[in-house]
């Protein structure tokens, strides 16, 4: 139970839809709020759909070409590494207002809720404990983000864009943590490996 508690909390982290309330609201920004809610609903069930593809079939598509779960720990660490470290010292963008119900495909819910890193923690997770366990921490997660997204509104207004910086700047620092942890991991199974 507390391996599944923890791999919901990071998998939240990954996501960081508190970091990505104002790109949200800067996308959105030109529809009224019925639209607006259907729209984040619509972007919520595609990256869940995306995820849980992965979560079903992307291990026994790594293992048809021969990758193992070592290989794919550096692997996954270093994309989530790498996109912390980016993100940490790019300068803020503001996404363009977009008014089409498309805007609900890309860019919300691919890349900015499934993207790179969130599709590799998410592999791990299967990996590590199962695909049926790796759909309950997307559903999971999933609500937490729509909830999240649902109040971007309220959130903005109790934190200010200087809190929601903050809050960007931690959860990108947690998810270079758990990237370094994965390289960390992967390489211990490398070096443990038996020598042929």
């Known amino acids: 139970m507390t391996d599944i508690f923890t791999a919901i909390i990071l998998l939240f982290v990954v996501v960081d839809p508190v970091g990505n309330i104002p790109l949200f609201m800067a996308v959105t920004s030109r529809l009224d709020p019925s639209h607006r809610r259907r729209v984040l609903l619509a972007s919520v069930a595609v990256a869940s759909g995306v995820l849980a593809l992965f979560a079903l079939f992307g291990i026994q598509f790594l293992g048809y070409f021969g990758v ?25 963008e503001y996404a363009p207002a977009t008014e089409g119900v498309e805007v609900a495909v890309v860019p919300l819910a691919v890349p900015f809720l499934a993207g790179p890193a969130s599709i590799s923690y998410v592999l791990v997770i299967s990996q590590q404990m199962g695909a049926l366990t790796a759909l309950a921490v997307i559903a999971i997660v999933s609500l937490l983000t729509l909830l999240t997204l649902l109040a971007s509104d309220y959130i903005m207004k109790a934190l200010g864009i200087i809190g929601i910086r903050v809050i960007e700047k931690l959860m990108l620092l947690l998810s270079m943590t758990i990237g370094v942890a994965l390289i960390r991991k992967g390489v211990s199974m490398w070096l443990e490996a038996p020598t042929v």
């Open 68 to 92: 193992g779960i070592a290989d794919f720990m550096v692997a996954s660490g270093t994309i989530l590494a790498t996109f912390s470290i980016y993100y940490l010292l790019k300068p803020y």
